[in-house]
């Protein structure tokens, strides 16, 4: 059974079958999706689900704001930057602006004082400025224009902050560490005293930040909130394991354990060292051919999986309700290093392999919008060009057939092409 599987059913027998007034806080939305799968599987009749959403939906939905998208965002601080600095230019501003938000995010995250940080900084540049490690006999460095912009930025930096803070503030906007400050700084009367939370579970979460600590810590102190641990021995008791130390560090430290999770803890799971396991290394030349081996052997594990049903459906005088055989594919994940290989991987799949879920990041380069767009401008950039007897240029739009046939050969041209046919 696995651990969503054990969550639900636990949380099922305490609370159901009417579960409107419990709310269920997972890592991910991928997780509460399977999460709401197995909770739904635990009964034949209709019921009240659970309030589960992600911890960041969570979060923006406790604190009454909406998260902003990353590139708004960046509009909204270079307008913060443009009132402190007129002269600022977009292409400079670009350039550190990402590191800049940040840093933003984790200082609130992590519920640092900007105040004191930021003070800290401009100290620091200052003495950087200072140069107190220069001899007094060497000529004194003159600071030009472009110096003189670097060290005011670190000292507009606490203003930055908070005007951004502002902007974002009147208009119910926040960044995602924001939205976590604002939460932990309001949690008593936004969540902890707010009827509508009865009861809150946090389930599977690892390394807590200081913003998180203090929401559920609250909560929890107000026997309004729960941990479930999704935890193995091969992590809490090998101190040498490096994934384990916000949770060895949790439990040595009692934080967020109540008798309920001292229990969980020592009922630990033991599947990575105390079950059987089949590992099978396969060596081939190139990335490519990672893609074509593991659509081999999915075809081949399933194909097995399928037979296996068959002869014990043979051996049997009634036929089984259920499929043991989609059952056991439906549990199959396969693990990418390289999100290149994502679209290869999918063609390297069964035609009979219609329902899969894809949880990993795949660029805008590295998709196949991209090759078929970027192919239609080679195709124009690459157009023939004549010169008339005049002297004038003329285009004639008469393409290679490298990029006609690649254009053709594509994927998404091939699919219309079948549709029609």
Known sequence: ?????????????????????????????????????????????????????????????????????????????????????PQVEFEQFIGWASVLLADFDRIDQYLVSPTELFSYLTAAKALERWQVDQPSSARPIVETP????????????????????????????????????????NVEALIRDNLAYERVYFVGFNALSRAEEHIIRVLVDAQKAELIWDADQYYIRDWGQEAGEFLRRYRDNGWFFSKQNQEDLAQLSNNLLGTEKNIRVVGVP???????????????????QESSVNSRQQGTDS???????????????????????????????????????????????????FTLVDTLFEMQRTVHEFRTKDGRELRIPKYHHRHVVKVLNHPFVKQYERIRG
């Open 286 to 304: 190139n990335a490519s051919m990672q893609a074509k081996v593991a659509g081999k052997i999915y075809s081949d594990w399933q194909k097995g």
């Open 146 to 185: 472009g110096t003189s912009r670097y060290f005011k930025l670190f000292e507009n930096l606490h203003t930055a902050y908070n005007a951004l803070h502002k902007r974002l503030t009147e208009q119910r906007l926040a960044y995602r560490g924001m939205a976590y400050r604002l939460l932990a700084q």
């Open 1 to 85: 059974m696995t651990f969503l599987q054990q969550t639900a059913q636990r949380i099922f027998e305490q609370h159901g079958p009417s579960l409107s007034d419990v709310w269920v806080i997972l890592p991910t939305r991928r997780a509460v999706s399977v999460f709401l799968e197995e909770l739904a599987a635990l009964s034949d009749r209709p019921f009240l689900a659970p309030h589960a959403m992600a911890v960041d939906d969570f979060i923006t939905q406790g604190a009454g704001v909406q998260l902003i998208d990353s590139v708004s965002l960046l509009f909204e601080l270079y307008d913060v930057f443009k009132e402190i600095d």
């Open 319 to 369: 036929l089984p309700t259920t499929d043991d055989s989609r059952l056991s594919t439906k549990k199959t994940a396969i693990v990418l290093a390289d999100e290149t290989l994502l679209i290869p991987v999918l063609y390297a799949l069964d035609e009979n392999v219609t329902d899969l879920n894809v949880t990993m990041g795949l660029s805008l380069r590295s998709s196949l919008l």
